[in-house]
């Protein structure tokens, strides 16, 4: 390298140099700081009003989207209720057309109508204008009921068989006992009754969705002696419950002295799965039960050989009697129960008998 050429070096190093000082000291002069490349980073930085910058950018915090899963599963995403609800920090705003479109969100939620797949999109703004991520939701919405559900009234020796019909895919089925119509779930293809306690039972069905059918009220007062058989006061000759339900309704009235005994069958590879006291009507707020495994009730007072005994009244409706019963005595084979009024006050009772198949 040459005289000539190391001169050149020296004066473009000296302006640098010059350079450099002048812009510390208007950096000093301004209040501001060097910043070195190693101090400098493209990771997000979360602001306090949750927004996140990345290399200038903002992006605002994603808000929170759901709805209400209604119906027999609450995780199928199947639903008849249209009210999505938003939790955001921000201003918000949802499209139903896949980002077309958008709509401002007010308050914490917002109503989709019309019956089909749905797929929400939802993101937070700010009044500059930036947005958050979209955050995306799909489910169907169903609000329409189905159709009320169609009744095959027989008989099955002394049992009154309500067969169930027309329930749409996935349907389950509901029973009432009164006016006010306080549904109690039903399982299996019907209902079988035995009693003279009921005159009128209401049916529905609920769709996937969880919207409820029209009641439909299915009288059993009539004068035909099956439909209001008085289950038998005598222990050793139990009113048969007729086989293949899965839910099935014992109903009477009962005074001091007028026991009613009735028996039924689990089936192989099935179990008692609840027992229910679901009607109770009496100024007399104490009954006794017992339960007895057998197809007679010949235990007498000797409470060893009941499954369960006790008290039965007002307090105890819908209280599953046979919760802490050993799964292993529930199984197959024939049970019978005993039902009495100690008082002299007559007692409308009804009670419900639920059967499951096990492995």
């Known amino acids: 390298m040459n005289d000539d050429s190391m001169k050149l070096i020296d004066i473009q190093t000296n302006i640098l140099m010059t350079l450099a000082l002048a812009c510390s000291m208007l950096l000093s002069a301004c209040g501001g700081s060097s910043v070195s490349s190693e101090n400098m980073s493209s990771s997000p930085i979360v602001t306090d009003m949750g927004n996140v910058t990345n290399n200038g950018a903002v992006v605002l915090k994603a808000p929170k989207l759901s709805f209400s899963d209604t119906g027999v599963s609450v995780s199928d995403g199947i639903t008849r209720n249209g009210l999505w609800a938003v939790e955001s ?32 999109w939802v993101r937070a703004r700010d009044n500059a204008g930036n947005t958050s991520e979209v955050v995306v939701v799909t489910c169907v919405l169903d609000t329409m009921p189905p159709p009320p559900i169609t009744v095959a009234s027989g008989f099955e020796g002394l049992t009154r068989s309500l ?14 006992l009164d006016s006010k119509l306080n549904w109690l779930a039903g399982s299996g293809s019907g209902l079988g009754t035995l009693g003279n306690g009921l005159n009128t039972i209401w049916l529905r069905q609920i769709d996937i969705a969880g919207n409820a059918s029209a009641p439909r009220a299915f009288d059993l ?6 439909l209001s058989h008085e289950a038998s006061i ?3 000759q139990p009113s048969p419950l007729a086989k293949g339900f899965q839910t099935m309704l014992i ?4 005074v001091r002295g007028d026991a009613d005994y009735v028996n039924w069958v689990i089936p192989k590879n099935h179990r008692l799965k609840s027992l229910k006291l679901v009607r109770y009507i009496s100024d007399d707020a104490i009954a ?7 197809d007679v009730f010949d235990a007498g007072v000797d409470v ?4 369960v005994y006790g008290h039965m009244g007002p307090a105890d409706i819908n209280r599953n009697v046979v ?3 050993p799964l292993e005595k529930l199984g197959e084979g024939p049970m019978t129960i005993w039902f009495q009024q100690t008082g002299l006050l007559p007692t409308e009772y009804a009670i419900e008998i639920s059967i499951q198949a096990v492995n």
């Open 288 to 294: 006794f039960f017992a339960i007895q495994a057998g």
């Open 163 to 176: 067969q169930l019909a027309d329930l749409e895919s996935g349907a389950k089925w509901e029973y009432a």
């Open 234 to 236: 005598f222990p050793l």
């Open 304 to 307: 060893n050989r009941m499954l």
């Open 221 to 226: 007062s009539s004068t035909d002696p099956g």
């Open 251 to 254: 109903h009477g009235v009962v």
């Open 89 to 120: 920090d921000l201003s918000w705003e949802y499209s139903l057309n896949q980002g077309m479109t958008w709509t401002l969100g007010t308050g914490s939620s917002f109503e989709v109508k019309g019956d089909g797949p749905k797929m929400i």
């Open 323 to 325: 919760t802490n019963v």
